[in-house]
């Protein structure tokens, strides 16, 4: 896999357009055993794939089976507001309301950079790694600029735990974080988060995200099971078909509507974003997940095992 377009922050990026199923529900190891670690894995086999360039602040998962993490495990050391909008980038943020209000993050494996994602208008905050001084301040020309998903510059880190400290009263708002071994190398955006709807991202985030190389698009489970308004999902499908027809983006549809029938009409439009891209391959839906009752209590999250089979359904349709 050859990723030459640049995202929107110069990175050659495939990008995961996701829920919580794309986050890892129901895999008490996500990195191993989630349709899209899996994916992950085998393109760090194949194309040393070395770096994640978006991951939420919403790090882990719950359910019957506990808390599980991905990439990180964050701890409020003070607390910490969540915030829920579709005009953050990966539509989730902590935010502080108090100078001197810190989180902990304690990485799952090591990495020799990290970035910090926050939102416009965010106060200052510093950055801290590996007990030591702290190696970067953002200052307002990051933060204030006024531009969406901002990112702070490289943070060379010197151990497996961050901290981030807010610097003023003003408050501090974090989207995400990025965790590199090699800054120019090929990156991983994973925008997935528990409960995202299609029609709950902003126009803006969606042209952000779509401005991509390569993308994984697996929303539509909670548009369809949840009241949406079926005109503002086709709108949106509409804006994604235009911005990765524009950006030339080779795109792969999961369609994870279980037991649903194709004349749904989220899964009629799903269908339709992967006729109407040029470079779409759309992943033949695997009804044995929903066949087999490979899924949790909700019927929403495949076990391991379903897991298991979305990622061999995408790994061939993606040719890894």
């Not at 099971?225 to 503002?232: C, G, I, L, M, R």
Request: proline residues 4%.
């Amino acid at each position: 896999m050859n990723l030459t377009s640049r995202d929107h922050f110069n990175n050659r990026a495939i990008a995961v357009f996701g829920d919580s199923i794309t986050h890892g529900a129901n895999c008490p190891d996500i990195p191993a055993q989630s349709y899209i670690g899996v994916v992950k894995r085998k393109l760090m086999q194949n194309y040393g794939l070395k770096n994640y360039g978006y991951a939420s602040m919403e790090s882990s998962m719950w359910n019957s089976g506990g808390r599980y993490d991905e990439l990180h495990q964050i701890t409020q050391n003070t607390p910490w507001q969540e915030l829920r909008d579709g005009k953050l980038l990966g539509t989730f943020a902590l935010q502080s309301q108090q100078k001197g209000d810190s989180l902990t993050i304690a990485l799952r494996e090591p990495y020799a950079y990290a970035y910090v994602y926050a939102a416009p208008g965010s106060g200052d905050f510093s950055v801290s790694n590996g007990g030591k001084t702290p190696v970067t301040a953002v200052t307002p020309s990051f933060a204030k600029e006024g531009k969406k998903g901002l990112r702070s510059e490289p943070i060379k880190l010197g151990g497996s735990a961050i901290t981030i400290t807010a610097l003023t009263d003003e408050p501090v708002t974090l989207c995400g974080m990025g965790y590199y071994n090699d800054l120019d190398g090929h990156v991983l955006n994973n925008y997935a988060n528990n409960g995202l709807r299609l029609v709950g991202i902003s126009d803006e985030i969606l042209e952000i995200m779509a401005k991509v190389d390569t993308a994984i698009f697996s929303l539509g489970y909670n548009d369809s099971h949840f009241p949406t308004d079926t005109a503002e999902f086709t709108r949106k499908i509409d804006l994604l078909i235009a911005a990765f027809n524009r950006h030339g983006t080779k795109l792969y549809v999961n369609d994870l509507c279980w037991n649903l029938p194709e004349s749904d009409h989220f899964r009629s439009e799903i269908k339709r974003l992967a006729q109407s891209v040029s470079h779409a391959v759309r992943v033949p839906q695997v009804t044995e997940i929903a066949e087999r009752e490979l899924l949790d209590g909700v019927g929403a999250h495949p076990n391991v095992e379903g897991h298991g089979l979305q990622a061999a359904a995408l790994i061939a349709a993606m040719e890894l």
